[in-house]
């Protein structure tokens, strides 16, 4: 039986994404903050986590991130950042899932096809960044881009047929979000764990490194 690794299951896409996979007849392994005690920005925590695991995995998705830390919203202009709420931000959006993917590499096969993917979001993206704001937030993410941009290099050396993607899950009604909704029509988080696990199955090792949203569109670095 085909085995996945969802980061961050107990979240609302992360949650959908165990269940769309154990309906289609995956091994769902979940590991989470508020369920298992999983730190993402604590690398000691990952190694204990991850270190347990029997793989190997022939999905692993990264879902976890927040808008809002420690009640740092995200900035509507720059002369409200603050070195402490961008730090959070990077901590959770950036360094934590660089550094789950730095040790969940060792839990994917080398020698079959196999997906390791994060989710950015558009707003992460310096080509599609039309309005301005959010600075902190967007920061993250882009560097969360560049982080699988490289992690993407550097597994095509060693797992040839491997896939490391960034995904844009689409707006989606969870409590991540409910907040900021505002005019922006969102879909369930089931809609959008189904969407997204419909692109990673198209995807194949010449599309590693990219940015792909729910439709499957690439998005602008």
Known sequence: MKQALIIGASGGIGSALCSELTAQGWQVTGLSRSTHGLDVTDEASIVHHLGGLNGPFQRIIIATGALEIAGYAPEKALKHLTGEGMALQFALNTIGPALVMKHAAALLPRDAPCVMAALSARVGSIGDNRAGGWHSYR???????????????????????????????????????????????????????????????????????????????????
């Open 139 to 221: 920061a993250a993410k882009a560097a969360l881009n560049q982080i699988i941009r490289g992690a993407a290099i550097e597994l095509g050396r060693s797992h040839k047929q491997a896939v490391c993607v960034a995904l844009h899950p689409g707006t989606v009604a969870t409590s991540f979000t409910e907040k900021y909704l505002g005019r922006h029509p969102a879909v369930p988080a089931p809609e959008a764990a189904a969407n997204l696990l419909q692109v990673i199955d198209r995807l194949g090792p010449e599309e590693s490194g990219q940015f792909f949203d729910w439709a499957g569109k690439e998005v602008a670095w």
